[in-house]
Nanobody, 122 residues
């Protein structure tokens, strides 16, 4: 089993910054990719940003140039630096990881964090 612990959410004014962290622990041989999703009230969960084990990144168009995803492989941790926040960024942010848990096969498994509320409001 794998546990994901998120931190860093909160209330911030428009134009402000926040950094989310997500630390993975448990039965992990390797992490294939990590990502952040978000879900606003009444809307579907959407991909915000993702990073592969090799460091390749992708971003939703709505956050390009404002958000940066990064990872610390030694700590099995992924970060999301959010700058120039807008009210429309308000959502619950979820960490997502795809991990390999056995040295005997290449099966991968997906896990979700508990969610962190980010509220952008004056």
């Amino acid at each position: 089993q794998v546990q994901l612990v998120e931190s860093g959410g909160g209330l911030v004014q428009p134009g402000g910054s926040l950094r989310l962290s997500c630390a993975a622990s448990g039965s992990i041989v390797s992490i294939n990719r990590m990502a952040w999703f978000r879900q606003a009230p009444g809307q579907q969960r959407e991909l915000v940003a993702r990073i592969t084990s090799g460091g390749s990144t992708n971003y939703a168009d709505s956050v390009k140039g404002r958000f940066t995803i990064s990872g610390d492989n030694a700590k099995n941790t992924v970060y999301l630096q959010m700058n120039s926040l807008k009210p429309e960024d308000t959502a619950v942010y979820y960490c997502y990881v795809v991990v390999r848990q056995s040295v005997y096969n290449d099966y991968t498994y997906q896990y979700w964090g508990q969610g962190s509320q980010v509220t952008v409001s004056s």
